[in-house]
């Protein structure tokens, strides 16, 4: 999705009813989108986003970083190091000291210089500050054109991925393995992902968000919804809850305080596209 100018704008709220801004991050001639915000071990916030270079196509693009002490003032956007030019991960998850990612590595056009965005691995990286990344996995056993990767944590120390395949088939992943973390388990979810969440419930079954299709909407219902299902351990799955969306929609985070799950998304079923946040009873 093309664009020159985008910037991150970092909101706050008490209540979660009234927001103001509080910051915003930009990068002359970046192209700033999918910011995720995550507390560090040493107690720092931490924004990544992707950054593109779109001044001639895409030229290319890398994971940005930026780290904050109280939302309000944050360093420039950096990129981060140890992982080749043309990557991106989608999101950055902290278990026991080490940051895990799985970001998208692409090769780039000799005669244009412009990324090959089409042509990808997903490979596994970890890092100890957010900024240096050190190779795990060089390719995870996962389609060509698998993208969005969440990474999470069960209490035994499994790693979970749930990955957004990029193709038309529009499939979801759940990918299982031990420590060190080189061998995993692949199963097919037959439901579309976008922009993919997971939370654990426990008993090797997972909460996950993500967008619904107009092709897998439940009877006489139309268009794409964003929707919270519950997924088993072999990806079978069952729809649990859909929020108010449509057009679209999609990106849920989670936040889950006390026994009140909050979940933040985006959608455009109320005509200009919008941000919304819902709150729901946890467990369902």
Known sequence: MGGTDGKIRVLVSKDGEKWTPAALLEEKGIDLRDPKICPTPRGDLMITCGGSDYSDGLQEWHTRVAYSKDGKKWTPPRRVRGIPSNNWFFRLTWHKGWGWAAPNITGSDPWTGRVRSRERRTALYRTKDGMNYELVLPALPLPPLACEVTIRFKPDDTMVLLVREGSRSRRGFLCLAKPPYRNFQVHTITHGMGGPNLLYLGKDKWLVGTREYPYERPPGKKGTATVLLEVDEKGAWRRL????????????????????????????????????????????
């Open 241 to 284: 809850l859909k929020l108010p969306s449509g057009g679209d929609t999609s990106y849920p985070g989670f936040l889950l305080r006390g026994h009140t799950l909050w979940i933040s998304y985006y959608s455009s079923h109320q005509g200009k596209t919008a941000v919304y946040l819902a709150r729901s009873p946890f467990p369902f």
